[in-house]
């Protein structure tokens, strides 16, 4: 399985600022997806990256809201804009193995706290 | 279009108890499906998994999980739980055909007691 590690591991901001996350992979890999896990929630998936294209949002999510960047396969942000106290949550990235049935795995997630 | 159900958001077990934590999927097609572990202030990490073949699938840490397609279930169950076992755990379903995205259930956290 790949390791997956993400910057920053947590940060408090202040609402209407912005914040990007980082993800790096150590091996390539073609599928990366961003999720969000509010407090006490499960984990909704907000978009699914892909190398070379654009990213694809979730229903309930948009590009201006968390714009998100692919440059490479082994690296993707996600940006978190305008930020509110709705935003407090966790924001997990996965990538998946590839083939048919593409399980994902996980990184170890960015705490979020928005004040 | 899927979805997952876990029963009961919260399980309490003594040490050396089985662990029974329950799922249960609506999806139109054969799913692949995955149990998840998640610990306190960590990512997730993968248990086991269903895709073809033996229903009856075993994971990591002495877990397994039996796919019943009749039941549309795909329950988790330990023999013996351990203290080092609480933590949350989240079943999930994806399908080829919506592109193998993973929708998750709402998690269930499991407590041991000793």
């Known amino acids: 399985s790949a390791v997956i590690s993400q910057k920053p591991s947590r940060d408090i901001c202040q609402r209407g600022t912005s914040l990007t996350i980082q993800c790096q992979v150590d091996?390539?890999?073609?599928?990366m997806f961003w999720y969000r896990q509010q407090p006490g929630q499960s984990l909704t998936l907000i978009a699914t990256?892909?190398?070379?294209?654009?990213?694809?949002?979730e229903s309930g999510f948009v590009i201006d809201k968390f714009p998100i960047s692919r440059p490479n396969l082994t690296f993707s942000t996600l940006t978190v804009s305008n930020m509110s106290p709705e935003d407090s949550s966790i924001y997990l990235c996965?990538?998946?193995?590839?083939?048919?049935?593409?399980?994902?795995?996980f990184g170890p997630g960015t705490r979020l706290t928005v004040l | 279009a899927q979805s997952v159900t876990q029963l009961g958001s919260h399980v309490s077990v003594s040490e050396g108890a089985l662990v029974l934590l329950r799922c249960n999927y609506s999806s139109s097609v054969p799913p692949y499906l995955f149990w998840y572990v998640q610990y306190p202030n960590q990512g997730l990490q993968l248990l086991l998994k269903?895709?073809?073949?033996?229903?009856l699938v075993k994971g990591i840490n002495g877990f397994e999980a039996e796919f019943k397609k009749s039941e549309t279930s795909f329950h988790l169950t330990k023999p013996s739980a351990h203290m080092s076992d609480a933590a949350e755990y989240f079943c999930?379903?994806?399908?080829?055909?919506?592109?193998?995205?993973?929708?998750f259930g709402a998690g269930t956290i499991l407590r041991v007691k000793s």
């Open positions: 091996s390539q890999v073609t599928m």
């Open positions: 269903y895709t073809t073949g033996a229903t």
């Open positions: 990256a892909n190398q070379g294209s654009e990213a694809t949002y």
């Open positions: 996965s990538v998946g193995s590839g083939g048919a049935y593409n399980e994902q795995f």
């Open positions: 999930a379903v994806s399908e080829r055909e919506y592109g193998n995205k993973l929708v």
